[in-house]
């Protein structure tokens, strides 16, 4: 999600009046590459642009086909293909071993339904949702869908049947878990839809305001993530402490459940240095659907606290062990606070994509996950329904 709201916001900074822009989405890969699909770069005719369809090196002829599509306001989907050492259409050494399909879209401000507002319309969503566009076709390419998992859809293509046959499996996404490429037939033409799964970004809340907090805090943001520290005490929770902090709450443990809304998409992170704040904090965490709670400090810590909710007949099932992290982080030797953020933040990320750290070179997989049906690789892997029983995380 977080690329989405950079294009948003930049895309908003641009004077329209002088400038012109379009979009370009990475859609389909075969093989390898540095960027997935839904990988985006906003792109305006001075020759800036916004986020990565690659590591630099499709940047440059991506701007010149940008610059054309600006001009006459016709999308077009490119294919550059990687495998060979010397791309002389490219003028650069590649050899990232794929193929890899992007569109480029321009950006009709008179356009209600142009990319760019149909991103800002779900942005701040709190809920997954689907989107359909078309890439490859002989009319209609760029055409979008968004289904929420309401059920509640807008735009649709021009073609209602294709438009309808679409809708149904994008339903479909909210159960694999996993973005795709299908092909359909409609009217006689062949047509290629990028059928995305778009999930809400992760919301961290810190409980606790302390020196060790602040870098959590800053690291989580520069990722993207939506960041909330609360503490008791509001020396702890100064806006100087914590400038990039989305929200500073000052929160009395018994009101935690009341002041904050704790989804499947938020990781909660306990460092207060205080033993009893900690505790009655995960009694009122464990009653949420948060994923992940992370506690700093000693195992035995926690293991004191055990001991007094089966003291009070308060039962951590198998589920809630699983989700709770204590000693937190990674175990990546981290000592300093900066150190121990990394840790902190990379278990997190880890928890959230379902893998359990450790050093890519012995990984005998994808690194990113892939659909062995059409070869297709997608960097992001997504929640599950089992996800609590079947990740595996590192500790500290």
């Not at 900690?278 to 709670?293: A, E, G, N, Q, S």
């Not at 070869?375 to 996800?387: N, R």
Request: hydrophobic share 35%.
């Amino acid at each position: 999600m977080k690329d989405f709201k950079t294009i948003v916001t930049e895309f908003k900074k641009v004077d329209f009046t002088t400038r012109k822009a379009a979009l370009a989405t990475v859609v389909k890969v075969r093989g390898s590459s540095y960027r997935s699909p839904g990988a985006r770069m906003l792109i305006t005719d001075d020759g800036k642009w916004v986020g990565s369809i690659s590591g630099g090196c499709l940047e440059g002829d991506a701007l010149r086909k940008a610059r054309q599509v600006m001009a006459n306001l016709q999308p077009m989907t490119v294919t550059y293909d990687t495998r060979e050492e010397s791309n002389q259409n490219l003028g650069i050494g590649l050899g990232c071993n794929g193929v890899i399909d992007v569109l480029i879209e321009p950006i009709d401000l008179s356009q209600a339904n142009n990319p760019i507002n149909i991103f800002d319309s779900f942005v701040n969503t709190s809920e997954p949702l689907t989107m359909a566009t078309i890439f490859n076709a002989s009319s209609g390419v760029g055409e979008k869908i968004i289904l929420y998992a309401t059920g509640e859809s807008n735009n649709f293509f021009t073609r209602k049947e294709l438009s309808s046959r679409v809708t149904e499996d994008l339903k479909q996404l909210f159960k694999s878990k996993k973005s795709e490429v299908k092909s359909f037939q409609a009217e006689g033409d062949d047509v290629e839809v990028f059928m995305e799964l778009i999930q809400p970004g992760i919301s961290l809340i810190i409980f606790g305001g302390g020196f060790d907090a602040r870098p959590v805090s800053s690291l989580a943001k520069s990722l993207g993530w939506d960041v909330r520290v609360t503490d008791e005490c509001v020396a702890h929770i100064a806006p100087l402490f914590f400038p990039t902090a989305d929200k500073l709450s000052l929160c009395q443990r018994e009101f935690i459940d009341r002041d904050f809304d704790i989804t499947p998409f938020t990781a909660c992170v306990l460092m207060s240095h205080n033993y009893e704040y900690d505790r009655d904090v995960l009694k009122k965490l464990i009653k949420t659907d948060t994923p992940y709670i992370g506690i700093l400090g000693p195992r035995k810590r926690f293991d004191k606290m055990q001991e007094e909710f089966q003291a009070q007949e308060i039962v951590l099932s198998e589920e809630d062990i699983h989700r709770i992290h204590s000693p937190i982080g990674l175990d990546i030797g981290a000592e300093t606070p900066d150190e121990i953020a990394v840790a902190i933040v990379s278990e997190i990320q880890g928890k959230f994509a379902s893998r359990s750290g450790g050093f890519l070179k012995y990984r005998e997989a994808p690194i990113h996950q892939r659909d062995s049906k059409s070869d297709q690789v997608f960097k992001q892997v997504y929640l599950t329904d089992s996800f609590q029983k079947n990740s595996v995380s590192g500790s500290r």
